[in-house]
């Protein structure tokens, strides 16, 4: 019997490759400047469930099918430094610490300084972020992915119990003014954007909507403090925490390769930009997908 092709239902052959005990997987051979049919979508969906941090290789894309990728996961979040949009594509953040002749920033040249999940200081945080590679470094510029499922599991018994039921603020002013004070790419906040930035709270441990899984919620940059909690004992436990998450053996170093377009998963796993030599250029495009409400 011959195999009927239908383009909606036809599947392309490309591979899932674990990049990592823990977390991380390339795909190679999925070209994402066309649409995908539903059964490669699935796919795909699925093992960014499963790996929480998804390579595609060599993906030649204009910043309109990275966008247009990204909405298959949902509504784009627009971030708040809108001074580092891609012309023409809101939905688009630029990453880079390249500045203008005028010495301007083209981009946000210290996202990531601090471990975070994007966009954890808003009442509806992230599902996930697209990072799109536009020009690399010839050293450095990694960025390190922890997986927060694994550390969660691993927490020792007395900390599992101490921190279950608690709450813990996130605020995107937390390391502001310390950021601002050691580079050029943290403008001072408007009235509106201090408006958009106001505190979120969250649970520390919380669920992954679709997997189920817990997953440890707090981070050294965005997480302020523990509700409830006395200053001290907060800030020790915070600590911690922070200590614990981000152990070698949660981590994924990836090194970025031309074209890799990276799409983690901000209710599994916290990443950290490793650093650039600073008269070596890089530039990134992000995508910012909306998720839901922790819990
Ligand atoms: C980000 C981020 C890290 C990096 O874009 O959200 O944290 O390595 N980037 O650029
Ligand atoms: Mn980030």
Do not use: C
Request: proline share 6%; charged share 25%; aromatic share 8%.
């Amino acid at each position: 019997m011959s195999a009927v092709l239908d383009s909606a239902s036809s599947t392309s052959t490309f591979d899932i490759r674990p990049l990592h005990d823990s977390l991380g997987a390339e795909v190679v051979g999925l070209d994402l400047s066309r649409p995908l049919s539903d059964a490669d979508f699935a796919r795909i969906h699925r093992a960014h469930l499963d790996h929480h941090v998804l390579v595609f290789r060599d993906q030649r894309i204009t910043p309109a099918e990275h966008v247009a990728f990204s909405r298959r996961f949902g509504p784009l979040q627009i971030h708040v430094l809108k001074d580092f949009q891609l012309a023409g594509h809101p939905e688009i953040l630029i990453v880079s610490n390249i500045k203008n002749d005028d010495g301007k920033p083209i981009g946000l040249g210290d996202a990531g300084y601090f471990w975070h999940s994007d966009l954890s200081y808003k009442a509806v945080p992230s599902l996930g972020s697209l990072l799109h590679a536009q020009e690399l470094p010839s050293e450095g510029g990694d960025t390190l992915f922890a997986n927060q499922h694994a550390a969660w599991d691993e927490l020792p018994e007395a900390l599992k119990n101490a921190v279950g039921g608690l709450q813990a603020e996130h605020s995107y002013l937390a390391r502001y003014e310390e950021l601002r004070q050691r580079s050029p790419w943290r403008p001072k906040l408007t009235e509106a954007q201090l408006a958009e930035v106001i505190p979120a709270v969250h649970p520390v441990v919380r669920t992954h909507p679709e997997t189920g899984r817990k997953a440890l919620f707090v981070s050294e940059h965005f997480t302020t403090r523990i509700v409830g909690l006395p200053e001290d004992e907060s800030r020790a436990l915070l600590a911690e925490l922070f200590a614990h998450s981000v152990q070698d053996r949660f981590v994924y170093r990836h090194r970025w390769q031309p074209h890799d377009l990276v799409f983690w998963d901000n209710r599994s796993v916290m990443h950290l930009a490793a650093g650039t030599p600073d008269h070596l250029r890089r530039r990134l495009n992000r995508t910012t997908v909306e998720g839901d409400l922790p819990f």
